[in-house]
């Protein structure tokens, strides 16, 4: 277990270094640059190249083969440089360090996604048991009908459905943002309802858990979908194997069999699939944040990328790489805690 | 007991006027250092912080002072004082004298300022654009600018300029505190830093993504402002942010979409707000395509472009189309030889394109932007509307777009796009702001039509300092480049926007920001 463990950790730091390479290569290979972007209708020739010359993007990306001498001024060795350092740089425009927006939007795009994760599985679980359980009826149609719909709803789509329905006709929840706008709330860790707790708010927390609601669900659409599905079709086929039927001839009770031992072998699957969605609910936030007006990570890398803002693309995609691997790993470690047949040496 | 209750009941109510207000911008500020931004949220949430030293009266393109209570230029306008407003502090307590403006124009102008930070990536590209470079280019309009005395600042400039307290009272220039700059360095500016100005309004916090939070100053040298607060929410989303102007979760709002016009006139909780047109949208024929070179073909096309149908399918009520490039407002340049509405006529156009040899018509690109803007808020119809309209004549168009910053690159790149969408929105109340953007020396090569004498022109309309001279020259660069064709102003825009009813006395600037002081909320939940 121990010698696994830091085998995968040095898998992910290659990984790690792989995407920084990769990343600082495709982003400048898109066509069209920062100071192009920056300047919009007023990019002149003239005007891009005196501000790529400012940005120091007229420096040669890899190695200064024209100039040896100023090997170290082209771009790749100054990227490599900071990186080793723990710098990501700043925001081209905006001059704000890569590390604290990464730092203050984080917090904000995995609250998010944990309330999506809950809800798609607090809803997504019974869902599938009941459908497997209740095979062919009303519910399991019901179940199957919904998680279709799930599945192919857009999410921006559905999320201002939501917003027009629960935030503007019914007026039930607020229809964006994180907090309401007389909310004043110090973070501490960034997660605001966990936040507004620790600081004896508790009028904030229940002002937060509003302002999630409508965005978890439009982000927690398809990964419930695929939860309910998955669980279905995985309980199925564990009850119609043999210890099932063994466990049942033994006498045990229908409940105990169900829930002890076959939805425990049934969750295997279910759990690869939520350590699959991280990466996924990642990408959904993009949709999802800039509906919501949610100040996460995917809204921003999202600006960053149509500004050609490489600092904040290569800082977003390496960090969002980072918690897809540990978020894996996670994963990959609760599997022996489910199945004692697995073990990793 | 019942006045008792009456009287708790009307305690707990707010005052009149005493509440915050929150306003939904269309995203984030980049950054709350003036002159180093160029995009509109930048500037408007600055324009509560900062005051510029020639301003803007309401609703107009008119100068009015600003931090500077008079200015004079010389006789051939190559010279201008500025006399400052006295008694007036930034947030902070640093007095607001000629020492501070010098300052703020220095790290602005001089790449060697050592405020100016360019080491850390600070470019004030904006300071280029405008006022043609930086402190000892040849190109530069300033040449220096010197401290007369405690209230008296006085800029030099390398060639004759009329319009430069215009291009001074764009919302770019705020006058920033140079205590906060010399403490807070390089982080000026950003969401970890604590923006000083004389503004209406005191910077509180910016949370990246979300809000700027302003609290009223109550010492300010103007019109003090009438709320408790002020918070600018970042709602990307146009659609949400009617959502939220109609749950009141927002008082009011920019940059509506053209469509939600209806839908804000049907609620009775809201009021829309039109803003004075300063944009125009237009389509660019190049010159380096064989058919285009044909001044026939380029009078057809234009002809044939139902622009009116237009205005009035994707603008309902919020646009018009005429036949100059500057928006109704700088009306006054133009030219009284031109008509005023294009002469919409396809069967002329017909004849046009037979003279100039092909009866059949031909096959051409035209490229619509992939992003929305005031002067376009949905390019892609709009640009099938125009296909339709040109294949009436026999041109084929062959609709094309790509990605907004490979867009932008590619049509300055040899040779260029056939036919494109693009537009502007103007700085400051001068009609030099939209010609030169698109004629002249430091114009784009998009079009390959340049000629030496609108070029002049342009020169003498900088120059030009009686309004007489001015509407003179304007009006033949008008003459000149209605007649070319090289450039079909198709729409000036009004933007929308909306407010919740008791929102009372905002007076939206043609220019896209204003500052909010005098707006009162009566009557708020």
Known sequence: MGSYLIRRVLRTLLVMVGISVVVFAFVRSIPGDPATALLGERATPQASAALREQLGLNKPWFINYRDPANLLDAQFPKYVGQLVQGNLGSGIKSNIPVRDELAARFPATAELAVAALLFALLIGLPAGIVAALRRNSVWDNLATTISLVGVSMPIFWLGLLLAY?????????????????????????????????????????????????????????????????????????????????????????????????????????????????????????????????????????????????????????????????????????????LDPRIQYR | MKKVLLTALLAALPSAGAATLVF??????????????????????????????????????????????????????????????????????????????????????????????????????????????????????????????????RFDLNQPSSVFPNVIAAGYFGIASPTAIRQQGARYGTPASKPVGTGPFIFQAWRTGDRVTLTPNRAYWGEKPKVDGLVVRAIKDPSQRLNELKAGTIDFANDLTPEALRSVQADRNLVAVKRPSFNVGFVSLNNRNQYLKNERVRRAVSMAINKDAIVEAFWPGLGISNASFVPPVLAWANSKNVPEDYKFDPQAAKRLLAEAGYPNGFSIDLWYMPVSRPYFPSPKPIAEAIAA?????????????????????????????????????????????????????????????????????????????????????YAQIHEITYNANYRLPVVHSQPLAAARTYVKGWVPSPLGSEAFNKISVVGKR
């Open chain 1, 165 to 337: 329905f629960f935030g503007v006709r019914l007026g039930w929840l607020p229809p964006s943002a994180r907090l309401g706008n007389d909310t004043v709330l110090e973070p501490i860790t960034g997660f605001y309802v966990l936040d507004a707790l620790l600081r004896g708010q508790p009028a904030a927390a229940w002002d937060a858990v509003r302002h999630l609601i409508l965005p978890a669900i439009a982000l927690g659409s398809i990964p419930l979908a695929i939860i309910a599905r998955i669980t279905r079709s995985s309980l199925l086929e564990v009850l119609g194997q043999d210890y099932v039927r063994t466990a049942r001839a033994k006498g045990l009770a229908g409940r105990t069999v169900t829930l002890k031992h076959a939805l425990r072998n049934a969750l295997l699957p279910v759990v690869t699939v939520i350590g699959l969605q991280a990466g996924a609910l990642l990408g959904g936030a993009v949709l999802t944040e800039t509906i919501f007006s949610w100040p996460g990570l995917g809204s921003w890398v999202y600006d960053a990328i149509s500004q050609r803002d490489y600092p904040v693309i290569q800082g977003g995609v390496i960090f969002a790489a980072l918690v897809v691997s540990v978020v894996n790993l996670i994963v990959d470690l609760s599997y022996a805690a």
């Open chain 2, 24 to 153: 939904g911008a269309n995203g984030d500020p980049v950054s709350l250092e003036p002159g180093n931004i160029t995009d509109g949220i930048s500037i408007l949430v600055q324009r509560q912080i900062y005051d510029t030293l020639v301003d803007f009266k309401d609703g107009t393109t008119d100068l009015t002072p600003g931090l500077a209570t008079s200015w004079k230029s010389n006789a051939n306008a190559t010279q201008w004082t500025f006399t400052l407003r006295q008694n007036v502090r930034f947030h902070d307590g640093t007095p607001m004298n000629a020492d501070a403006v010098v300052f703020n124009v220095s790290r602005w102008w001089d790449p060697k300022h050592p405020y100016g930070f360019r080491d850390q990536g600070r470019t004030f590209e904006i300071v280029g654009q405008l006022l043609g470079g930086y402190r000892g280019d040849a190109t530069a309009v300033i040449k220096n600018i010197v401290k007369v005395n405690d209230n008296t600042v």
């Open chain 2, 389 to 473: 309209d040109l294949s009436a004549i026999g041109i084929k168009v062959n609709l094309k777009t790509e990605d907004w910053a490979k867009y932008l690159e590619d049509r300055n790149k040899e040779p260029g796009f056939d036919m494109y969408m693009i537009g502007w929105t103007g700085d400051y109340g001068d009609p030099d702001n939209f010609y030169s953007a698109y004629y002249g020396a430091t114009a784009s090569d998009d079009i390959n039509w340049n000629p030496p004498q609108l070029q002049r022109l342009l020169e003498q309309g900088r120059a030009a300092v009686s309004q007489a001279d001015k509407a003179k020259i």
